[in-house]
């Protein structure tokens, strides 16, 4: 398979990702929890965060689930505890087609619902991209920082400011110049946030990055043809990093995904 076709069918899975009953689009609320329980919009019971998960007060015949290899199982009754997506093992929720997601965001805790019948979900007509072009894929180099992680603090799509965790740099050319990019660990891989001369005008206002695993000599690829939207472009409720510093790049990235397409 070519690089080109390999891109193809990246771009398609991204689609189908995006558009999942219970994917990013469907999204229609983040809820942030306090210790005095309260009624949550549309949602039956009391919702509160107690020890660092999701509290709820509950009825049998209120109709909520919890999930079990992504079907319904026993039905919750009573005062029940949720584990977040930060917890070796979460929980999710049910009720009806709805999804009821746990969250834990720097000690904060919050319940995300997905709905299948979400307006950004039930109008989106696709993911608009650029053509595919070898020239946006350039070899790079990872220099971590001897330090290890530190944290940057960075404005959200919320509007509030939190640390996000960077492990160094990766330098490389593109369109003849030099640049370097702070990028994260995400397992083996790096990722990192960036905006670019098409930001905020031919694509959404910042993207987002992943690279396969440098090796011994911190040698990887950069391959701008895969730059992805984050999940904010496709729905209100998520909490996205904007870029951190120097991640502004003073070129046009005509490459990768540019905007969420309506019908």
């Known amino acids: 398979m070519t690089d080109a076709e390999e891109w193809k069918h990246w771009t398609e ?4 990702a995006v558009s999942a009953p219970h994917g990013p ?10 210790p005095e ?12 965060a107690e020890d660092g998960t ?3 007060s509950v009825k049998a015949d209120d109709g909520i689930w919890l999930e079990a290899a992504g079907e319904a199982g026993e039905p919750l009754d009573g005062e029940v505890t949720l584990r977040p997506d930060t917890a070796p093992v979460a929980d999710l929720a049910l009720v009806g087609d709805k999804r009821l997601v746990p969250i834990e965001r720097e000690g904060e805790i919050a319940l995300r619902v997905f709905d299948p019948e979400a307006p950004t979900r039930t109008a989106f007509a696709g993911i608009s991209v650029y053509p595919y072009s070898p020239e946006w894929a ?22 509030r ?15 003849g110049e030099p640049h370097t990019l702070t990028v994260s660990r995400s397992g083996d891989r790096l990722t990192g946030v960036i905006a670019d001369l098409t930001s905020g005008h031919e694509t959404y206002r910042f993207r987002f990055i992943t690279l396969p695993a440098p090796d011994a000599s911190g040698r990887t690829v950069l391959d701008l043809n895969r730059a992805y ?18 991640n502004r790049l003073s070129v046009a990235v005509e490459a990768g995904e540019r905007q969420v397409l309506s019908g």
């Open 229 to 246: 939207l984050p999940p904010c472009a496709f729905a209100d409720h998520f909490v996205c990093p904007f870029p951190p510093p120097g």
């Open 25 to 34: 689009l469907a999204l229609t609320g983040t809820h942030w929890l306090e």
């Open 13 to 16: 899975s991204r689609t189908a």
């Open 37 to 48: 329980p309260v009624e949550l919009p549309g949602l039956p019971g009391r919702w509160w």
């Open 54 to 56: 999701v509290r709820l």
């Open 138 to 159: 350039v070899s790079a180099v990872f220099t971590p920082y001897e330090e290890g992680e530190r944290a940057v603090v960075v404005p959200n799509a919320d509007g």
């Open 161 to 175: 400011e939190r640390p996000l965790e960077v492990t160094g740099q990766i330098a490389f050319h593109l369109l």
